[in-house]
């Protein structure tokens, strides 16, 4: 295959990797993006395959099967409350294919065509050393990022004394050691970029708080976008820098979204460290303050009477996998006249977007959808607010309590709406490691049970 040819190939299926990123943008047209992506990688894939440059297609081919293999049954077994960790998971593994490509090209640099070993062009060692040092800290703090998630690290921040001068001098020294990198070849040197990024991935996502995972993972996707671009740079791929180019830049833009949906310094979240500096002081304890429960029987009778009720999901529903009873619960509810709505926070759950793949998987109509800026005004005339399993980005504290880790972001204003119906297992805090003080509002009634098993009970209370 000519140059010229596999140019124009990279090109259409850059053309059609962009027309991916376009259909994503919009829950209606995300099917078709979808398939605009797996279009795009067929013929990247076919076209670099085709390339003369190969010279072990049996390698590739068991490459294939084992990954493939792999994300198949991955694919399949995973469930949609672990996709956080899995997308994490998967940013670590482009950053560790980065750091190979990486190694591999500082080894054996007469393969790539871009010298000889401790001999190679500046500007491709340039290339290299950016690709390695983003490479290496994508996939540690992905591992970490991983580790909040799933709960084997806990998710409050995890900070010392001197933190941000100590990655402010790793993070010069990491920009010395690539400077000398370009006037000094070493294999000292490389590994010493190598660890030294490691390190500050592991430095810049401990202290960041479970609340802001969902910004991290962002982040995270543009660090492996931008990975990938620097080596596409090495191999001299026309179609990794394009590909790797979109999927940083718009993974930034993603991470500047949410940073204005929880009221965080984009800077801050580039560098690591945000949302540490509070003390988890501004919980709220129950102390003596009484709070009212109730049954299914009182929340179907509450909101069949009701002429307008919002939903607000959250991780708990996740969890429990509730959203096909829900949906009923609102199909039913509709049936009798009631205007139901969803009001969905940008960073609820563990991923952006992670609440409205579930209500698309239970088939909730997108119309009925809304993010905060388009229904937040609306809870002061509904009569019900009903949430389930969502916790952090409903506490009035994000508003009222300056000492809080949450003061200054965004929430939903669900204590405005005339009856707040709260889903919740007890009483514990939420994942950013504070009480709801809307717990004990007098317009709040709680529902202690499973979020799936509430809303069957509500379904039956209903019918």
């Known amino acids: 295959m000519t140059d010229n040819i596999s140019a124009i190939l990279y090109l259409i299926s850059s053309i059609f990797f962009i027309l991916a990123l376009r259909g994503l943008s919009s829950p209606d047209s995300a099917r078709q993006g979808n398939l605009f992506g797996i279009l795009g990688m067929t013929i990247a894939v076919g076209t670099t395959l085709a390339l003369p440059t190969v010279l072990s297609y049996e390698v590739i081919l068991a490459g294939i099967v084992i990954g493939g293999g792999l994300g198949t049954f991955i694919a399949r077994k995973i469930e949609m409350t672990a996709l956080p960790q899995l997308v994490a998971g998967f940013h670590s593994l482009v950053g560790l294919a980065a750091c190979f490509v990486a190694a591999a090209a500082f080894f054996r640099p007469e393969a790539y065509g871009i010298g000889t070993f401790l001999d190679i062009n500046t500007g491709s060692l340039i290339e290299m050393s950016i690709g390695l040092a983003i490479g290496a800290i994508t996939f540690t703090g992905s591992i970490i990022a991983f580790g909040k998630l799933q709960g084997l690290i806990t998710g409050a921040p995890l900070t010392f004394p001197g933190q941000h001068f100590l990655n402010a001098l790793l993070g010069i020294t990491l920009v010395a050691l690539v400077a000398w990198m370009t006037i000094e070849q070493s294999e000292n040197v490389f590994w010493g970029i190598f660890l030294l990024s490691l390190i500050i991935g592991i430095l810049i996502i401990v202290p960041i708080g479970g609340a802001d995972m969902p910004v991290v993972i962002s982040m995270l996707n543009s660090y492996s976008g931008w990975a990938a671009c620097g080596i596409g740079f090495t191999l001299g791929n026309s179609l990794l820098i394009v590909t790797g180019a979109l999927v940083g830049s718009s993974g930034a833009i993603l991470s500047y979204i949410m940073c204005k949906g929880m009221n965080r310094s984009f800077f801050s979240v580039i560098l690591g460290g945000f949302g540490g500096d509070s003390e988890i002081s501004g919980a709220t ?53 009631v205007d139901v709505r969803y009001a969905i926070h940008p960073v609820a759950g563990r991923m952006p977007g992670h609440m409205n793949v579930l209500l698309a998987e239970a088939n909730v109509p997108y119309e009925q959808v809304l993010e905060l800026d388009e229904i937040n005004r609306d809870f002061a005339q509904a009569d019900v607010a009903f949430v389930i399993g969502a916790n952090d980005v409903t506490n009035p504290a994000a508003k009222t309590d300056p000492s809080s880790p949450i003061y200054g972001m965004p929430i939903l204003d669900v204590e405005n709406a005339k009856t707040v119906l709260f889903i919740k297992r007890s009483m514990a805090s939420g994942y950013a490691g504070v009480d709801n003080e809307l717990f004990f509002r007098d317009n709040t009634m709680m529902l202690f049970s499973d979020a799936k098993s509430m809303c069957d009970e509500i379904v039956q209370a209903l019918n």
């Open 285 to 337: 304890t129950s102390g003596d303050k009484a709070i009212k429960s109730g049954s299914a029987e009182d929340a179907a009778f509450i909101m069949k009477n009701a002429s307008s009720v919002i939903i607000v999901p959250g991780y708990g529903m996740a969890v429990a996998q509730a959203q096909h009873a829900l949906r009923e619960m609102g199909e039913l509810l509709k049936a009798d006249g």
